[in-house]
């Protein structure tokens, strides 16, 4: 419809009545797609999104996931990925068990003075494919002596908590000791101070690293399975540990 201009007679186009409705038609089948995009999302199992999306993940930088989703990477891999949380936050020298060679005793020697300071780490690839292990020093998360965790385990340990808690592994918490008795008002054997001291790691990732106690388990095995020989000083420091063994659950 064309109407005269007041001023020069001219003409101009007066919008027509009904042409909101054309963007209040956009606006709602916009918001309808939205809230159904909402609610499809809300049905997927979030792990299996998180596997789909991963890829994209990784080539856009778009989409955002805690890096434990890659849950469903190899063994080899997802130990390089906590091996990497683990040095960022201490100074650790974590090396393979298996690296070290028969009858070359320097770097064992070299290792195991790492292990009495509290700075090394053994790592346990062990058989099977689905499980693998860390093995800590007693220095490295407790006080002579003592079942009460050191300061320096709680960041550690929170690593292993987090990759415990948003994964499908589920970790079991060894306590072991070295050959000396240990008779004491709070230790009645060895046996007692490794199961105390399993128990400290395994309560702290139940409390401070929120882990379902269900993916958790635990053992105390006092001196009965060394790993070094309990002859040497630097043997019964390298068999005085916490072993967490993960294992991919079915």
């Avoid at 399975?225 to 063994?245: C, L, Y």
């Amino acid at each position: 419809m064309r109407r005269k201009n007041r001023k020069g007679g001219q003409t101009d186009t007066e919008p027509s009545q009904g042409a909101w409705m054309v963007t209040f038609s956009d606006l709602s089948t916009l918001l309808l797609t939205f809230f159904v995009l909402l609610l499809s999302m809300s049905s997927l199992d979030q792990k299996a999104f998180q596997s789909a999306f991963h890829n994209f993940n990784s080539s856009t930088g778009v989409l955002f996931f805690k890096e434990w989703s890659q849950v469903n990477l190899d063994k080899d891999l997802v130990i390089q990925e906590i091996c990497k949380s683990l040095e960022s936050i201490h100074m650790l020298d974590i090396r393979d068990i298996d690296e070290v060679p028969s009858g070359s005793p320097a770097p064992e020697r070299d290792f195991k003075l790492l292990v009495s300071s509290g700075s090394g780490v053994w790592l346990n690839k062990r058989d099977k494919s689905t499980k693998f292990s860390f093995i800590f020093s007693d220095k490295l998360l407790f006080d002579s002596g003592s079942s009460q965790l050191s300061t320096r385990a709680h960041g550690i340990l929170g690593t292993l908590a987090e990759f415990i808690a948003t994964t499908d592994y589920r970790a079991y918490v060894d306590g072991h000791t070295d050959s000396v008795p240990i008779h004491n008002d709070r230790f009645a054997s060895n046996d007692d101070l490794s199961l105390a001291r399993g128990q400290a790691v395994l309560q702290h990732l139940v409390t401070h690293g929120q882990v379902d106690p269900a993916k958790l388990a635990l053992a105390g095995y006092g001196s009965s399975h060394p790993m070094q020989d309990n002859e040497t000083s630097a043997g019964r420091a390298a068999n005085r540990r916490v072993e967490i063994i993960f294992e991919k659950m079915d």
